[in-house]
């Protein structure tokens, strides 16, 4: 939602991260900078699900001054690779220095670039059976910390309409939440309720929204 008071709410609570969601909805830019400035001088980290995994959407989310990305409908370890280089500046990446809000206009340049490639979380989303198929050359991308399942797209994938897990599905998550514990990675998910998140902190889920 467009308001930047839920940001603040969230902080207030406690709350460890939120999403600002441009891959859905209507929120713009200049609603990611109002959520971002909300956020500031708390411990809540704001990561941005971009709309594509591409060069100018990464860029200008991290350049307003995200502490991340989620990156959608991610398929294969070239796309990975790809968006991995667009939010890492060289020689790990081929991000752009922009003298946005980021750097502070410039005051903390220095600082920032310094820390930005490590600290910066780029994070796909793995929603597709595609992906599924894909997960081991996914996860074997240099820099990756942590992975997040849309179980309602990947229900779909597989022809399984307008369901939140399908058929399979909820199986073959835990399949790759395996994988991706055992290279000491981070699995993140949507949880449906307060039974479901306490399912899924059992099932070893460390990003739970």
């Keep these: 939602m467009e ?33 971002l400035r909300a956020a500031r001088g708390t411990d809540v980290a704001v990561l941005v699900r971009v709309s594509t995994a591409a060069i100018d959407t990464i860029k200008r989310a991290l350049d307003l001054g995200a502490h991340g990305v989620l990156l959608p409908l991610i398929a294969t370890a070239a796309e990975l690779s790809s968006a991995f280089s667009h939010a890492r500046y060289p020689m790990q990446g081929k991000r752009g220095l922009g003298g946005e809000r980021a750097i502070r206009w410039g005051a903390e340049m220095a600082s920032y670039v310094a820390a930005a490639n490590q600290e910066t979380l780029v994070i796909p989303v793995i929603e597709t059976h595609e992906a599924f198929e894909n997960i081991d050359a996914i996860l074997d991308v240099p820099g990756l910390e942590a ?40 699995n993140g998910v949507i949880a449906t309720d307060d039974d479901n998140i306490t399912l899924r902190k059992q099932q070893g889920f460390r990003m739970i929204g």
């Design 3 to 35: 308001s930047a008071t839920l940001t603040e709410l969230a902080a207030d609570a406690g709350i460890d991260w939120v999403l600002i969601d441009m891959e859905h909805g209507s929120l713009s830019y200049r609603d990611v900078l109002d959520h």
């Design 147 to 186: 992975v997040f399942y849309g179980p309602s797209d990947f229900s779909q994938s597989r022809g399984h309409m307008a369901v939140w897990e399908g058929p399979g599905i909820a199986e073959d998550i835990l399949k790759m939440a395996e994988k991706v514990t055992a290279r000491g990675m981070v």
